[in-house]
């Protein structure tokens, strides 16, 4: 039961490419959940996902794309990467039912844009 | 707009001396309250849920309480090992983002 995975774990782009980071989960959970961590900002939300074949919008989705193409994975895009988007990427996913709501997270892909 | 505001930012502690670290929340609805322990260069690991005003949980030297505009993280006794970043978030009731994150209170515990 190895819980959230991501990858990669570091990767360093230059302005304009592009690239999908991967999250995996391995309990079944129905949400899952990208979030970026930068400093002084906390983590922020980019976009969600409530089930298989389904995804949302959150706080900060400008510039990011994403699919859920099966429950397992998560996967976040980004089509032109800029330097704005040099941050720490974290997935997180939980369980369905009400008072189930702890999100579990990743161990986060560090993501330097030049 | 829905706010978790967290304090102090960062906190320098000897072994053995208890503090609080305070999350302070503005939301439209509150459906309840996570905390989450950072360590450097990985992710939040998932510490209480709190739900009710009232409502305590403990772990070890750890104890979450929740009233109805904030909730208080004791630190009984603390170790170097407990030198981490805590995060705060509160569970919203509806919205486009159903977790709402503090900026995080940086506790150091020195030996």
């Given at each position: 039961n190895a819980g959230v995975t991501q990858t990669p774990k570091f990767r360093v782009l230059k302005t304009g490419q592009s690239m999908t980071l991967l999250c995996a989960q391995?309990?079944?959970?129905e949400y899952m959940y990208w979030y970026r961590q930068d400093p002084g900002m906390g983590l922020r939300l980019i976009h969600y996902s409530v089930g298989e074949g389904t995804t949302a919008k959150g706080e900060v989705p400008d510039g990011y794309n994403v699919s859920?193409?099966?429950?397992?994975n998560f996967l976040l895009g980004l089509e032109s990467a800029a330097p704005s988007q040099t941050s720490v990427y974290f997935c997180a996913s939980r369980g369905?039912?009400?008072?189930?709501?702890t999100q579990y997270f990743g161990p986060g892909t560090r993501l330097l844009v030049l | 707009e829905d706010q978790v505001t967290q304090s102090p930012e960062a906190l320098r502690l000897q072994e053995g001396e208890s503090s609080s670290l305070n999350c302070s929340y503005t939301v439209s609805g509150l459906r309840g309250l996570f905390w989450y322990r950072q360590d450097p260069g990985k992710g939040p690991e998932f510490l209480f849920t709190l739900y009710s005003a009232g409502e305590e949980k403990e772990k070890e030297r750890l104890k979450a309480t929740l009233t109805k505009k904030e909730s208080f993280l004791h630190i009984t006794?603390?170790?170097?090992?407990?030198s981490a970043t805590y995060l705060c978030a509160a569970i919203l009731n509806?919205?486009?983002?159903?977790l709402v994150f503090g900026k995080g209170t940086r506790l150091s515990v020195i030996a």
């Open positions: 391995d309990m079944n959970h859920r193409l099966k429950k397992q369905e039912r009400p008072f189930r709501e | 006794a603390p170790k170097p090992e407990d509806s919205g486009n983002t159903p």
